[in-house]
């Protein structure tokens, strides 16, 4: 590319590319939209945001919009490319341009390079954007969206949504979705590997950290799903999920208590985990009726979860735990 193209007057390249897509053919729209893509690194960040409507209206769903499949693609490719300049506010943009949903509408109803090129568009635009882009994805069905696609996409595109659900999965108002959408894809190997690969366990331990009653019941019980493979046991563990656990336990919640009793059984059946899993059980026991009523009654559920710990794994070594008077 010469000097002349990598540093044109771009008012002018930005009033040439309007005429272009406003009046020219199709051949020509896509030539101009290639090159604002290849531009894209080079050119200020107002005139991208100039061109954003523009390719916005090319990927709308109304009746006026005649783009070919061909173009859309283009089209997509070049957001995508907008999207990763600057600090994320091109990111934000295009989301509230229209564009985001678009190309949510878009990744069901295409395949192959085109299915890939759409998720890892809407990959750019959920993680460098807002969190408002992520609000649009998640209260326009995006998650049933992505779910239903995590068990028919090849690898390539599984890769992209799995990260995008990792990311819908931070955002408060649609934890508790993002969790029961985990732990549903968890019951097959295939995307329990995909998921523990991408990161998902940090995540739900996190979200067992922080989130409200109902998303720590679906983080626990995801981070159960996972757990059923063995090789996934220490690196639950790893991630800080024992505490976690512990903690639900001595919650006010029986329905807590018995979801979190079945994770912690699941894994138990790593040595290592069940010694820890002692040592934060033997602290609920020690902690006595000097408690609030919640850890008086985790005192007690305490020995029950201890019982079921020997039964469904090796036994542990009951003789050294103290137990209060």
């Known amino acids: 590319m010469s000097e002349?193209?990598?540093?044109?007057?771009?008012?002018?390249?930005?009033?040439?590319?309007k005429r272009v897509i406003d009046r020219g053919t199709e051949a020509m729209r896509l030539k101009a939209i290639i090159k604002l893509a290849k531009l894209s690194n080079h050119a200020p960040e107002n005139i991208l945001g100039h061109t954003i409507p523009i390719l916005a209206s090319l990927v709308a769903d109304h009746s006026s919009n005649s783009s070919s499949p061909s173009l859309q693609g283009v089209v997509v490719h070049c957001l995508k490319c907008i999207a990763r300049q600057g600090d994320g506010r091109l990111a934000t943009e295009i989301g509230q341009s229209g564009a985001l949903l678009s190309i949510l509408r878009l990744l069901p109803e295409s395949d192959g390079s085109f299915q890939r090129l759409s998720a890892?568009?809407?990959?750019?635009?959920?993680?460098?954007?807002?969190d408002d882009n992520r609000v649009i994805v998640a209260n326009n069905g995006g998650l049933e969206i992505i779910a239903n696609l995590l068990n028919s996409s090849v690898r390539s595109v599984r890769r992209y949504l799995l990260e995008i659900l990792r990311a819908l999965s931070m955002l408060k108002e649609v934890r508790e979705r993002a969790c029961q959408a985990i732990g549903l894809l968890a019951t097959t190997r295939q995307a329990r590997c995909s998921l523990v690969e991408l990161g998902a366990i940090p995540v739900l331990v996190e979200?067992?950290?922080?989130?409200?009653?109902?998303?720590?019941?679906?983080?626990?019980?995801?981070?159960?799903v996972i757990s059923t493979q063995i090789d996934y046991l220490g690196h639950v563990a790893q991630a800080g999920a024992i505490p976690?656990?512990?903690?639900?336990?001595?919650g006010p919640d029986p329905l807590g208590w018995d979801v979190a009793e079945n994770a912690l059984c699941l894994l138990a059946h790593n040595e290592e985990n069940a010694a820890s899993i002692a040592d934060h059980l033997v602290r609920i026991l020690r902690k006595g009726n000097n408690e609030p009523i919640q850890s008086r009654n985790a005192t007690v559920y305490a020995?029950?979860?201890?019982?079921?710990?020997?039964?469904?794994?090796?036994?542990?070594?009951?003789?050294?735990?103290l137990l209060p008077d």
Not at 121 to 129: A, E, I, M, R, Y
Not at 244 to 250: D, H, N, S
């Open 244 to 250: 976690m656990l512990a903690e639900l336990v001595q």
């Open 303 to 321: 020995p029950s979860v201890f019982f079921n710990l020997q039964s469904c794994c090796f036994p542990l070594d009951l003789q050294s735990v």
């Open 207 to 224: 979200l067992l950290r922080v989130g409200d009653s109902d998303t720590k019941l679906k983080a626990d019980n995801s981070l159960g």
């Open 120 to 130: 890892q568009c809407l990959w750019c635009l959920v993680n460098l954007g807002t």
């Open 4 to 17: 002349k193209e990598m540093d044109p007057n771009w008012e002018e390249a930005s009033d040439h590319f």
